[in-house]
């Protein structure tokens, strides 16, 4: 196995920090093997420290890393990845070992689920060329994770749900797996096993529900069905990958538009009403959400930012991560800025983060494993039809 394994996973850079409010349809958390979400929290304060989350995942690290050693120094060969030098050598190799456990959550950098896509027997709901596989398979996604992370965090419905359901401070690499899973899924897998992915995400969302109080101090119940949440979360989900790509990835097939025309049969997959269908349409939607007066900025929302500002990632990641961050930051309109209690950097973090990503996707290559499999999928049914006796 070779680090370019991990290409699919990128999106989820954020393992160690991953709420549950990324995807466009996770008010309540998601982990390897659960049945039902947790029960609600009825703690009213959080840890003060995540020591034991940071040592758990460098212990993770450590091994990964000594693993991926071991095996090269076994077949007489350098350690993978492009751009590698002798006196780079440990650097890389932190790197790589930390992005391991990061990107995939295990040793082997490549979930069981990912096999899945190339099972099936259609192209899917979007497929090659599309804009879906462009932005989803882009570097950008990495920033594009923290700005949804930050943005999501202004609507009080959606930190209810992450404040009353989610483990994210005790147990953060767990919540990452699902969100991933789904996203993944819908963008390369075929249409059938696309739907039961979507299928089984709202299973865990049955239970979710309570009560929040709205920007006016007013009472409101909230569910994981809500049409305004999942409208929330979707729009602001589609606005952030399409944002952070337009800044620092390729040209997209269709361009914004196509984007996000695209991207509401995903929302529509896990009952959002109304999608946004261009890039015009997805705008005014963010905007009718801060003019209406529904977004807030408390103490909930504080915390979910320091969190998502200083995660407990490795000493050696956080510089790269802080970049990341100030570049997220800055692809955010200031009025949400603000909001959030956010500067934008003085330094040039939008030339910084372009940096960093282009050293990430040197170490990951430009290869995805997850798009493999689709591409094994499709090069299947095409061999099938041309074998298939004419009628």
């Not at 290409?7 to 393992?15: D, N, S, Y």
Request: charged share 20%; proline share 6%; aromatic share 8%.
């Amino acid at each position: 196995m070779t680090i370019t394994q991990l290409r699919p996973l990128r999106i989820g850079f954020l393992t160690e920090l991953e709420p549950t409010f990324i995807a466009t349809v996770n008010l309540a958390p998601v982990a390897n093997g659960q049945s039902s979400p947790p029960p609600p929290r009825t703690d009213s304060t959080e840890p003060a420290t995540y020591t034991a989350t940071a040592r758990q995942t460098q212990r993770k690290i450590r091994r990964t890393r000594d693993t991926q050693r071991q095996r090269c120094c076994t077949r007489g060969e350098r350690p993978a990845g492009q751009g590698y030098h002798p006196r780079m050598g440990k650097f890389f190799d932190s790197w790589r070992s930390h992005l391991l456990v990061t990107l995939s959550g295990n040793s082997e950098g490549r979930p069981k689920w990912v096999g899945q896509i190339a099972t099936g027997d259609d192209a899917g709901y979007f497929g090659p060329g599309s804009a879906a596989w462009a932005v989803h398979g882009g570097m950008a996604t990495m920033v594009a994770g923290i700005r949804a992370l930050l943005m999501q965090t202004l609507h009080p419905g959606a930190m209810a749900g992450v404040h009353d359901w989610s483990r994210y401070h005790e147990d953060p690499l767990g919540r990452l797996s699902g969100t991933i899973q789904w996203l993944v899924t819908v963008t390369f897998a075929d249409t059938v096993v696309a739907q039961r992915e979507s299928d089984r995400v709202a299973h865990f969302h049955e239970r979710v529900a309570g009560t929040y109080l709205d920007a006016q101090g007013k009472e409101r119940p909230y569910t994981a069905g809500d049409p305004e949440l999942l409208s929330w979360v979707h729009v602001v989900f589609t606005d952030a990958f399409l944002q952070t790509h337009l800044l620092w990835g390729d040209a997209i097939p269709g361009g914004s538009d196509g984007y996000v025309n695209e991207w509401a049969t995903a929302g529509e997959l896990i009952g959002v009403q109304n999608a946004p269908h261009s890039a015009s349409e997805l705008a005014a939607q963010l905007e009718a959400f801060r003019s209406a007066g529904t977004l807030k900025s408390d103490a909930r929302v504080a915390e979910a930012v320091r969190f998502i500002r200083y995660p407990p990632l490795s000493r050696g990641m956080l510089p790269f991560y802080r970049i990341m961050f100030a570049g997220a930051v800055a692809s955010i309109p200031r009025e949400y800025r603000d909001m959030l209690g956010l500067k934008r950097s003085r330094l040039p973090s939008l030339w910084a983060t372009r940096l960093v990503l282009g050293v990430v996707r040197t170490l990951l290559g430009p290869s995805s494993t997850s798009e493999d499999a689709a591409r094994a999928r499709l090069a299947r049914i095409t061999r099938t039809d041309q074998l298939a006796p004419e009628t």
